[in-house]
């Protein structure tokens, strides 16, 4: 029942954008912290950002300046504008969500985001 569904990703050139999208369904979205985080070949999964019902976000160090996250409670979605990428940003991004009193997490499926010449 519960869906987290990512889209937005691609092949992009170094210096490019892209925004990514994900929708929930589900879940009472406004109990939820948003978040995205990402998995490179070979790599663990890290945090990219979050952002609370309210507005409040938390970056990684080096996505500072470049990502922004957003959310549209209406909606339901949460947003990730990726600017100035680099090719160590190729990665399958994945949408989370967490209740932290509830100790629930949820997960999409990911959307690869791929950015080379």
């Known amino acids: 029942q519960v869906q987290l569904v990512e889209s937005g990703g691609g092949l992009v050139q170094p210096g490019g954008s892209l925004r990514l999208s994900c929708a929930a369904s589900?879940?009472?979205?406004?109990?939820?912290?948003m978040g995205w985080y990402r998995q490179a070949p070979g790599n663990r999964r890290e945090l990219v950002a979050t952002?609370?019902?309210?507005?409040?976000?938390n970056y990684a160090d080096s996505m500072k300046g470049r990502f922004t996250i957003s959310r549209d409670n209406a909606r339901n979605t949460v947003y990730l504008q990726m600017n100035s990428l680099k090719p160590e940003d190729t990665a399958v991004y994945y949408c989370?969500?967490?209740?932290?009193?509830?100790?629930?997490?949820?997960w999409g499926q990911g959307t690869q985001v791929t950015v080379s010449s």
């Open positions: 952002i609370t019902s309210t507005g409040s976000t």
């Open positions: 589900g879940i009472i979205f406004s109990s939820y912290i």
């Open positions: 989370n969500a967490k209740w932290v009193l509830l100790r629930r997490e949820y």
